[in-house]
């Protein structure tokens, strides 16, 4: 079996962060993405078995939801990467990373650690202002 560019570019963007034990963030998630959709982010949620994940790709923003063996993997919210228009983050308790959509709803998610929080605004902020991530 080959290797997508997605599953290839979401396990690279994913790797990048400090991971807890979730098979589903590194099983599930991919079958979500288009097979030839470049992934540029990700930020995995608060650590459980079912966490969300914040996945930024070439061509859109999507938060996501790693599902139980009964039910499958979905996304929650999904914006084209046209219409995103922040990020933000403040660190603290239980504070949100929160992704402002120009014409809707922010996204938000609690972030499981703040240094790939952190990381993740930074990267993501300068992705939205110059087109590319930073060197």
Do not use: C, Q
Request: charged share 25%.
């Amino acid at each position: 079996m080959t290797t997508s560019r997605a599953e290839m570019t979401y396990a690279t963007a994913l790797n990048r962060n400090e991971l807890f034990e979730s098979p589903g963030l590194r099983r599930d998630i991919p079958s979500l993405l288009d097979p030839k959709e470049e992934v540029l982010l990700v930020l995995p949620g608060v650590a459980g078995d079912f966490p969300d994940v914040m996945i930024a790709s070439a061509t859109r923003f999507l938060l996501a939801s790693v599902a139980g063996p009964l039910k499958r993997s979905k996304i929650k919210r999904e914006i084209p990467a046209a219409k995103v228009s922040g990020v933000e983050y403040r660190p603290g308790l239980l504070t949100r990373v929160r992704v402002s959509h120009a014409t809707g709803r922010d996204i938000a998610m609690v972030p499981n650690r703040r240094a790939d929080a952190e990381r993740f605004a930074r990267e993501f902020d300068h992705l939205i202002r110059t087109g590319s991530l930073p060197a």
